[in-house]
Each structure stands twice: as structure tokens, then as C-alpha cells.
């Protein structure tokens, strides 16, 4: 089950993620996060906090999301994100391409 | 290798030095022998030279001394003929005529009368016979107020001596008209009074002739002086110049020259030195009248002639000598330095037999790196023999399967030893990617015909063992057949060769088609690998060990144990060989099959579709088989990522787009080992084939796929893939040490 809410300000934009970004919930939030493919300039600031599991297909999410941003020169943050998913971040190679707060 | 070439060249230096010191030694000697054989060669000619010098004058002298002789018998013979015809005036003329006709030695006679002697004739009356230039004999009275001869040393001579005597030559215009020699004695009437002086001339031609003839060295010639030092004769000046013959005369008669009696003192000696000849000068006094001088020339060149020309020969033998000499240490030291170089080379391949040993020994697994699964038995052991063979084998294990090899390099030494270490670098390389024999060992013969000039050949046997299911897959590649023993019972075993086709060893033809052959093992079997270095292991009396022991071997030995299996061959062989030399490597792998029978603590299945909205089930299922064994966090969220990556990957791919189809997943615990094992029946898929993701790259260059294969083999200890029966076989396998499991 997933929750995605973003809220986009003057110069960023606010996401957070809640509950378990399986195979399963990643077609749906992807939809729900395609605005955020193209940021135009804006970072991108997600919260993670409530974030309890990620599969690969989130990964990819993620990916297009910092491509597009990186495109438009600006940054993705990930914040409070727990360890396990951490470490998960780690064995991908993830956690050298985005920042963490 | 820089080091013994210097030494090489410094010994062989120290060689030629020592014979060069040898030949400059013995040339030095030869030198000094001939020097001395020169001088007294040298001391021997000049006393030869003397002895024919001194021999010459004595004979030329006394042929000189029997013309004069002849001529003064001539005239003293006549004497009684004048005196008788004394009364007669004019008969003088015919006895002087008879006179000269006599002889040609005689150049001419004269009878010059007392004045007045003949009153009709007047005061003077010289008669006098001569031969003329046509040779012709012409008589003249030449006695004369113009010639007026009792003035005359000759007339008064001869008045003074009662004898004849020889008078020095002296130009007698009237007479002989030159430089004659004369015999001049005073004649007697019957009353023994002097009433005329009779002379005879010598034709100094004649004399010249009789001496001029036969020298003893080519330039050599006589000179007769004076006892005052007038020439009286002398050598032709077609032969000897004018004034080579004034030089010598010269000599003799300048007191201030140097000379020396002979050795014998039979004559004087003088040496000259003269531009172009040197030469000797021997003279002496001709006994009697007229005390002459004669002296003989003799030139240096010509006395040592043969001596110069032996100095040239015994030169000439010395640079053949010297030569022949030089020729025999240069072989000796060549000789020398082949014999260097055979030592260097029986040393440089020595070296590479130790290189090559080495190579083999390094690269070989270490019993510490055989694989240790509690699935099977390894034991290898590779004896190599001296010159190092090129046997090789391998053993590891990936993905739950056993990969291994045996193999044998054609050839030995070095080549054969770097070829092997080549091959097993491919191996473990080509093995990391494909789990298919036929196809492995296919890459490796590519690889292996590649740079392949030497066409050397490896015979090679690959094999893959599925761990959980004892399948056994193979590709033979010229190599010898393995054998497979089953153990019946503790006491019973049945040995069988693997159903292998030879086909061809890798590295000859690129393009061969190798085929993949499968069996299975039994639990307890054991398959047995081995290279000819054991058929064909000699004994001393040239005996094989042959197949066939090796097949009654099987069946004897005790093969509960690889080790101990292994270890008995090894001592059956070596007893064989019974200390006959091991002309090759020795390579012995044995691999026994020891699953574990599985006892299952837990064992729960699911079944879904292709449809990835069914992934829900999956989290639901997985969580609730992992609460059961209490496995809580860290390790739990892992275990269901790596499978729901699984899972999510065969739902994606396994089935065609479209197609509907089955996932089976199925969890099992042993209490040592978690596996979930994906099963499904759509196309042959590996997943563990796929390259997983590289993890360096930046987010731009992320290619999209391989994420989910990159987790499952990072969360997961083992991934194992296995086509049975149509259907895809995926086990996943987790070290989790389970010491209860919560029922239901």
C-alpha cells in the first residue's frame, strides 16, 4: 500500500512517500510522480521518513526523476531515509547519485 | 644471463691469452733456432767460400803458370835451332815464323841482335814475328835508330840474367802493339857468348781465355796483376765492366784497405761494401816468375745465395708453422667455447623446466581452494613428472553448480606450461558466464585456435554438476573417458566409463561443433577423472599401467572417501611404476556426490500468475513464512526484496507478452539453508546469465535493466537455474540458521 502526495512550491518541489513501494504500487506512483520527470530547474525534495520498503521498480523511479532534474540542473534530496532501505541503496550503487538529508 | 656471457667471453679470453703466449713462445724459439742455424750456416759458406776462392787462384794460377810454362819451352826449345842457323841472318825470319805459328798462345817471337852482329845488317836487327789481326803470321826487322832496344829494359834484362826471364808487360808499340806479357832470355852462340835477346809474347787473349772460363760463382771473376799492381789480365768487359775491374784493382793495391789472411793464410782477404753488391776479394802471389798477382771476386749474393734463399724458406715455414699453430688454438678455444655454451644451454633449460614446474605448481588449485560444499567430495592431485607435461585441471563452484575441468597440454616444457595456464584462465573465465559445457568448451577452442601457430592442442573433459539435483552435464574434447563408480554397498561397486564421445581436443579446428551429453549422480557416486599420466605410467620393465587396471582398480578401491580414493590410486601407481622414471604429469580428480538428504522443517508453496499486481499475494505470503521463523529485521525486508526481484523478473520475461502463465514459489528450511525456488514453464531463461547492473555508473549512464538480478544475487548467498522437464528451476539459498519454526 502506498501513499504519494506532492506539493509543489515556488522554487522545489515537496514529495512524500509512505508505506511499501513494491512491484505491485510502482505503476501507480509513477503515474502520481510523472510531473516530477521534468522538474524544470526545481529541486526535488522527498521525504522518506514513512518509506518502508522499495523494490527495483521504485529504484527506477527514482532514477528518471533525478535524470530530469539533473537535465534541468537542479538536485533530488532524500530525507530520513531508514537503514534498511539505506542499505539497499548501498548494494545498487544508489547512494552515491543521490543527496540525503 | 648477461653475467655468464661475460664470464664466458673472459675465460675463453684468458684461453686465447695463454696460447697466444704458447705460439709467440715457440715462434720465439723457432726464430732464435733458425737464427743460430742461419749463422752458422753462414760461418759454413764463408769457409766454403775460402776453400773454393783459394782452390780456384791455385788452379787458375797454374794453368796461367803452365801457358807461361809452355811458351818458355817453346823458345828455350828452339835455341839449338837459331844457334845452329846463326851464320844464316834471314832464316830468323823462318824460325820465327815457325815459332809463332806454333801456338796461338803465342802472340808473337823476337830476336833483337847484338849491334853490328850481322855487319850487312847493320847495328840493329830485330826480328820479329807476329800474328796480325786477320790471325795471319807476319814477320818485320823492326830494329831501328827509332827503336833503338838495347836501350831497352827487356835487352838489357836479359844480358844481365844468363837465364830467361818474364818481364812485366809493358806497351810495346813496335812489337806486339799492346800490353803484352814477355818471355826474354839472351841466345847464345857456340863460343857461349850472348849475341841476342830472343822474346816470346803470350797472347794475353789466349791467357784471358784460358781463365775466363768456368767461375765459381755466377759473377765471379779472375784478375792477374803485376807484382806492383798492373793488370796483366782481366775478365771480358761484356761480362765485367771496366770499372768494377779498375775498383777491385784498386783495392788491392790501396795499402790503406783492410785486409786479412785467409783462415788458411794461403791468402789475403779483402771485404767489400758497395752499392748494389757487397763481395769478398781473395789474392795471392803466384809462385815463381813473373810473381804475379792473382786475385778472384766473389759477390755475396751469389756465396749466399742458397743460404738467403733457405732464410726465405725457413721464413716461409715459420708463418706456415706460426699459421697451423694459430688455426689449432683458435679450434681449441672454439672448441672451448661450444662446450660453454652446451653447459650454458643444458643450464638454460634446466632453468626452464624449474619455470615451467613452477607455472604449473602456482597455478594449480590449492587444497585450501577447493571448493568446500558440503555437497560433494573434491580431491585432486597432480604429480608432475620432470620435464614438466602441461596437465591441468580445476574446480569451482557458482550458482549452486560444481564447474570443473581436467585437461593436457600437447607438448612440454615452458610452451606447454604457459599454454596451460592460459587455458585456465579461460576456463574459469568462460565457466563465470555460460553453465553449458558444449558451449564453454566451444569458446575455449575459439579462443584457443586464435595466436594458435604452433597448433599445440589441449585435450580437455568439462563437466557441471547441478549440486541440488545431480544432474551432470559434459563435453569431452579429446580427453580420456572418465569413469563413474556407483557404490552398491560398503564392499560392492560397479565402475563404468561416462558415456563420452571423444570428438577432437581444442585448438586444432575452430569451427568443430562440440555436443553436450548429461547424466546423473546418484548420491554416493563417484566420478573419476584422470590424464594418460596414469594409463600410461611405465613400470620398469616397460609395461602400461593401462586402462583396464584402472578399470579392476575402480572395483577394489574403497570409494566412501574422495581423499582417501585418491591417495590409493596414487600408491597402486607408484607401486606399479616400481621406481621406473614418471615420463609424464600424474592427474587424478575424483568428485563424490554427498547430498544431504534434505529433512524439512518448513516447506510452503504459492502459486501465481504473470501479472505483477499479484506481487501483493507475494509480500503477504513471504511475510508471514518469514514470521513463522522468526526472522525479523534486518534480514527480513532483504529476503522479501530478493524475492519479489525473482519473482517480478520470471513474471516479466518467462511467458511471451500477452501470454498468460503460472509462477511457482516454494520456501523450504532445513534449519540451515532458507531456499525459495521459482519454478515456471515458460521459455528457457537463465536468470543468472544476465549481467546484473554495474554499480559505478552515474545516473545518466544507467542502462534500465538488471537492477532486480543485481539485488537477488547480493541479498542472497547462492542463485542456482536449472532446466528440468520443461520448466524453469530457480533456487534461491539463504544461510539462516533456524533453530525453531512456529507451525501454522
Redesign the interface.
Known sequence: MMETRIEQLQDKFLVTLEG?L???A??EVEQTLQPLFDSQGKDVIIDCEKLE?I???G??IL?SI??GA?AGGSKVVLKSLS??IK??FK???FIS?FEFE | MKATSTRLSFLSSLKKRKGLLIIITAALLLEFLSGTQYYFTHCLLEKELELRAESELTMKAILIKSNLNDAEEVLNLSMWKIQAHLNVPDSTYITMRRLVSFSPLIQGVGIAFEPYYYPQKGKWFEVYARRNANGEVETVQIGGPEHDYTQRDFYRQAFASERGSWIDPYFDNEGAKGLIPSYVRPVFDRTNTAVAVASIDVSLERLTDTIDNRHIYPSSFILVLTEDGKPVLGPSEERISRATTEFVMQLINDSTVTRQPSRSGRSKVIHFDTDPRDGTVFYANMKGQPHWQIAVVCYDDEVFASLNKLRVLMLLLLLLAFGVLLFLVWRFARDEKLLQQKILEQERTDGELRIASNIQRTLLPEDESLPRISDVQIEGRLIPAKAVGGDLYNVFERDGKLFFCIGDVSGKGVPAAIIMAITQALFRNIASHSHHPAHIMEQMNEASCRNNKENIFVTLFVGVLDLPTGRLRYCNAGHEIPIITSTITKTITSSLPLDAKPNLPIGLFNDFKYEMQETTMQPGDTLFLYTDGLTEARNIRRELFGRERVMRLMETCDTTDAKAFVDNIVMKVQRFADGAEQSDDLTLLAIRYTPKEEKLILNESLTLHNDVKEVTTLSAFIKEVLARLEIGKPLAPKLRLALEEAVVNVMEYAYPTGTKGEVGIRVTSDGQQLKFIITDSGISFNPTEVATADTTLSAEERPVGGLGILLVRELMDSINYERTNGKNVLTLLKNVKIIKCKNE
Open positions: 511499501e513494491d512491484t505491485a510502482a505503476a520498503y523494490a527495483s521498480s529504484l527506477r532514477i533525478l535524470k539533473k537503514d534498511d542499505d539497499v548494494l545498487t550503487g547519485l
